[in-house]
């Protein structure tokens, strides 16, 4: 089992940055590829970024040139700096880990909310 726990969220206003933090717990030895998903009210979960364990990482449209995604030096952290905010943003960002090709993990979410 992994629990994964993010933390970072809160409000900020258009133009601005924030930066989000993923800790993944537990069976840990068996992660591969980790992501930020997001899901705006009234909208479906959509993918932000991933990053494979080598570095590798893939971006959503949206978030291509402001967002960047990176893993710690242990492999069990994901971050996500985003910059240049705008309140398209707003969502609920969830963090997700592939353990050993066959399960995902999901986190409880953290609220990030973009004034304009």
């Known amino acids: 089992q992994v629990e994964l726990v993010e933390s970072g969220g809160g409000l900020v206003q258009t133009g601005e940055s924030l930066s989000l933090s993923c800790a993944a717990y537990?069976?840990?030895?068996?992660?591969?590829?980790m992501a930020w998903y997001r899901q705006a009210p009234g909208k479906q979960r959509e993918l932000v970024a991933t990053?494979?364990?080598?570095?590798?990482?893939h971006y959503a449209d949206s978030a291509k040139g402001r967002f960047t995604i990176s893993r710690g030096n242990a492999k069990n952290t994901v971050y996500l700096q985003m910059n240049n905010l705008t309140p398209e943003d707003t969502a609920v960002y969830y963090c997700?880990?592939?353990?050993?090709?066959?399960?995902?993990?999901w986190g409880k979410g953290t609220l990030v909310t973009v004034s304009s």
């Open positions: 997700n880990a592939d353990v050993d090709g066959f399960t995902d993990y």
């Open positions: 537990g069976s840990v030895f068996g992660l591969n590829a």
């Open positions: 990053i494979t364990t080598g570095g590798s990482s």
